[in-house]
């Protein structure tokens, strides 16, 4: 069985950093991060594969945000800069077996969340 879990959230100001870390048991081809907003669906963030030779972004954080992986700690990493107050979410890693997929239906292995607050 696959386990994640995420750690790493907290709450700042607007402009401040965050880096969410998720480790795992296993990995699958394709993992990433998406998060949920207070009445809003759950919607992906960043996607990365396994060697790290693919990846993907939303375009609300790209310039903002960074994935990454060390494959030795079985840890994936979301640097998040400049932080808004619309960043604020449940942030959750997933594990999926579709390369380059955003569908939160490929992913078939969730972590727990972490809570991710962003003042003015």
């Known amino acids: 069985q696959v386990q994640l879990v995420e750690s790493g959230g907290g709450l700042v100001q607007a402009g401040d950093s965050l880096r969410l870390s998720c480790a795992a048991s296993d990995w699958m081809p394709w993992a990433g991060w998406f998060r949920q907003a207070p009445g809003k669906e759950r919607e992906f963030v960043a996607g990365i594969s396994g060697r790290a030779l693919s990846w993907n972004y939303e375009d609300s954080v790209k310039g903002r945000f960074t994935i990454s992986r060390d494959n030795a700690k079985n840890t994936m990493y979301l640097q998040m800069n400049s932080l808004k107050p619309e960043d604020t979410a449940v942030y959750y890693c997933?594990?999926?077996?579709?390369?380059?997929?955003?569908?939160?239906?490929?992913?078939?292995?969730w972590g727990q969340g972490t809570q991710v607050t962003v003042s003015s």
């Open positions: 997933a594990a999926a077996w579709t390369i380059g997929t955003k569908s939160p239906a490929d992913f078939h292995v």
